[in-house]
């Protein structure tokens, strides 16, 4: 992960009901994409900490409008 990264293009959740865990996913993936479409060179690193913590962040090693899974 990348600690440099500016707040709004990073987003940390916390999953307590297992029931959310795609809804959650679906709108921090949402918010990273309108902002990845400012710089169209980066895309969506999404980093599994645990079953219920998860970090989207824009990543330049990703390619602009992807997402890919780390496997931490």
Avoid at 2 to 12: E, F, G, L, M, V
Avoid at 40 to 53: A, E, K, M, V
Wanted: aromatic share 6%.
């Amino acid at each position: 992960m990348n600690d440099s990264a500016p707040a709004k293009d990073r987003c940390t959740i916390h999953v307590s009901d297992p029931a959310d865990l795609d809804t959650q996913l679906s709108q921090a993936e949402a918010q990273l994409q309108h902002q990845a479409s400012r710089y169209q060179d980066r895309g969506i690193l999404i980093t599994r900490h645990s079953p219920w913590d998860f970090t989207l962040e824009l990543d330049p090693s990703v390619p602009f409008g992807t997402t890919r899974e780390n496997p931490a």
